[in-house]
């Protein structure tokens, strides 16, 4: 290989990446996606920086337990301070875990608080690749324009983004507005790419993994403490959707089932647990979730990203309302795990417990790595025309 080649080859992999995506939501599988992606190109010899754009109503949702930001936010501190008192502390250790991974974890730009900030700053990305995570997702409250990256004026790509479980609801108006200038676009979900090139019009969409899945349970022991933090056998139950009662339901059946422990997080009211018995382990935060994951003996719930860990940590578990969520469905169905689904329509229907991954790893990496393909065919290409 002459010098030219060389040096031509060294560029391929030192491009400077900028990043937009719901990094900063206090959300267990938003924060990790972006960590993931992050990780996976400086693995690859590229720069990345993550576009550290906050709304202010994204920093309202995501308050201190303490807050007076809003009035809807005032009232919940008012009725947790009534009512809820012993939950402050927790609480705030809580919040101060996905604080200090935010800060310690990425690699953020400054701060932009608006698209206007967006459009007069001065980037110096080779490109910009928007997604994952639910940046498409209309429906969502801190979703704003700012995720189509029409404020950048260089190459940009979209890797992965989801317009969220129930994609046919959102405003194809909306996105014919938004989604245009990019060199390529890959979403996460079936369904979205129906949506882009059957009602919007997109040439060519792909289908690809989510940024979690294009590394491996050992790339994230790199975040978890060798210590289990609960030491008995146990469940892991999570889920972010609402006060979810029939899932408090189901999970409370398996656990005397298997006469197991159930174990969440701090997302819910404890009065409404208890009736379920279903224990508390307060504070969580990115790297605690994966280590109460990891560490289960079952996984129960009806977060995505639960379920992705789940497969990488090589876990028995079961997915709930997985028939109707097209993010989870579509990932269940990539590696033959449709069987995990517990339906809320017919909730005593279930497969057997333990699950034989030989089948489910082949498939997960002929997933990952056609991903992966489409992923760096992008970056290269984009350096290759300049």
Not at 118 to 145: H, K, R
Not at 165 to 187: C, G, H, L, T
Not at 311 to 317: A, R
Not at 336 to 344: P, V, Y
Request: hydrophobic share 35%.
């Amino acid at each position: 290989m002459g010098y030219a080649e060389v040096y031509n080859s060294w560029l391929l992999w030192n491009m400077k990446i900028g990043i937009i995506t719901f990094h900063a939501s206090f959300n267990y599988g938003s924060m990790l996606q972006a960590w993931a992606l992050q990780t996976y190109l400086e693995k690859k010899g590229n720069q990345l920086e993550i576009v550290n754009y906050r709304s202010h109503i994204q920093k309202v949702i995501y308050h201190k337990p303490i807050s007076f930001a809003r009035k809807d936010v005032f009232f919940a501190t008012l009725k947790r301070f009534v009512l809820y008192p012993s939950s402050i502390k927790p609480l705030y250790k809580k919040w101060h875990l996905f604080d200090t991974f935010l800060h310690e974890k990425l690699n953020t730009s400054k701060e932009y608080s608006t698209i206007k900030d967006l459009e007069t700053a001065e980037f110096d990305y080779d490109m910009l690749i928007c997604g994952s995570d639910q940046i498409w997702n209309a429906s969502a409250p801190d979703a704003t324009e700012a995720y189509y990256g029409n404020w950048f004026h260089g190459t940009k790509i979209a890797y992965a983004a989801s317009m969220g479980q129930y994609p046919e609801k959102n405003a194809i108006d909306y996105y014919k507005r938004q989604i245009n200038k990019f060199a390529a676009i890959s979403v996460r979900e079936e369904k979205a790419r129906n949506i882009l090139c059957n009602k919007i019009g997109v040439e060519s969409v792909e289908v690809v993994c989510d940024p979690t899945l294009l590394l491996n349970g050992r790339d994230y022991g790199r975040l978890i403490t060798d210590e289990p933090i609960i030491k008995e056998s146990y469940i892991f139950f999570y889920t972010p959707v609402g006060l979810p009662f029939k899932y408090f339901s189901i999970v409370s059946k398996l656990g005397k089932e298997l006469g197991l422990k159930i174990v969440t997080e701090k997302a819910y009211y404890s009065k409404d647990i208890r009736k379920f018995d279903i224990d508390e382990y307060v504070p969580t935060g990115p790297e605690e979730f994966l280590n109460l994951i990891k560490n289960a003996t079952v996984v129960c719930g009806g977060s995505f990203h639960l379920q992705v860990f789940s497969i990488l940590f090589h876990k028995d578990f079961y997915c709930i309302n997985g028939d109707k969520d097209a993010r989870t469905n579509n990932l269940l169905t990539k590696v033959g795990l449709q069987d995990r689904i517990i339906s809320l329509e017919h909730p005593n229907e279930r497969c057997q417990l333990h699950i034989n991954y030989t089948d489910v790893d082949k498939k997960l990496v002929e997933y990952r790595d056609s991903s992966e393909k489409w992923l760096l065919r992008q970056v290269n290409c984009h350096y290759s025309i300049q």
